[in-house]
């Protein structure tokens, strides 16, 4: 067994409380659905900001240019860079998948004013802690955005590419796409754009991209063994703040 392959098996578990959370068997109604998206996305905007520091620390952003790092890893981010901030959406237009969520959530009737709040705080330069205080984010969503934060700030690469490989959107069940599918079907289309977010970023995020991700995830760790612990480390707990989010929509789901 390589290492990529004893990360995954030590990550499993977890995995799978995720894939099998109770949130999904008690999703039933459209204000299900709406309270779960006001929750998630927290963790799309977080995605890409993990994402986006993959990409400053492995490619050159800097003038003058000049290479950085491995050429491999340089072109594994970079396409995955290409294919969530500037996608299509249902229509063929350009942009980000995050744009697409908010999108989703506006035809939905989604309660959107303090994702809102949060970006306009983050756009007058305050920081991401202050941001969330201020536009009063929900604790789950503050909890799950400072502890991609932490990664962030940890600085180092091999433990960011492992937590954005593994702990990230594939963790969405079929069983989840099929609910959105049946509401969708009920409810005059009120949430086709979120079924076709979700069709969206599964085909591309659970295929090419992820053996992207595994790439350059392997890349980073080389054959040293302290960084494949640190990354599975820090995997687990990545995994854990997403079932203490399922966890905090669900019980708002019971309170229905």
């Not at 995995?15 to 929750?39: A, G, V």
């Amino acid at each position: 067994m390589n290492n990529l392959q004893e990360l995954k098996k030590t990550i499993d578990p977890l995995r799978k409380q995720l894939i099998t959370h109770e949130l999904f068997q008690q999703m039933k109604t459209l204000n299900h659905l709406k309270i779960f998206m006001e929750h998630h996305v927290y963790a799309v905007w977080d995605f890409m900001s993990l994402l986006k520091s993959l990409q400053r620390k492995l490619t050159c952003v800097e003038i003058p240019w000049i290479p950085v790092g491995n050429p491999d890893t340089r072109y594994l981010i970079n396409e995955i860079v290409i294919g969530e901030e500037s996608d299509v959406n249902q229509y063929g237009e350009r942009m980000s998948h995050f744009e697409l969520y908010l999108n989703a959530m506006q035809q939905a009737n989604c309660n959107f004013k303090y994702i809102y709040k949060f970006i306009s705080n983050l756009k007058d330069k305050n920081n991401t802690e202050e941001a969330l205080k201020n536009a009063n984010v929900p604790n789950a969503c503050q909890a799950f955005v400072k502890q991609t934060f932490k990664i962030i700030q940890n600085n180092n690469l091999h433990i960011q590419a492992a937590v954005f490989t593994f702990g990230r959107e594939d963790l969405i069940p079929d069983m989840f796409l099929n609910i959105v599918h049946e509401l969708n079907k009920h409810d005059s289309a009120p949430i086709s754009t979120f079924e076709y977010y979700l069709k969206r970023h599964i085909e591309v995020d659970g295929g090419h991209h992820s053996h992207l991700a595994y790439q350059m995830t392997e890349n980073l760790c080389g054959d040293d063994k302290q960084k494949w612990k640190e990354a599975t480390t820090a995997t687990q707990e990545a995994l854990q703040e997403r079932i203490n989010l399922w966890d905090a929509v669900l019980e708002q789901i019971k309170l229905e």
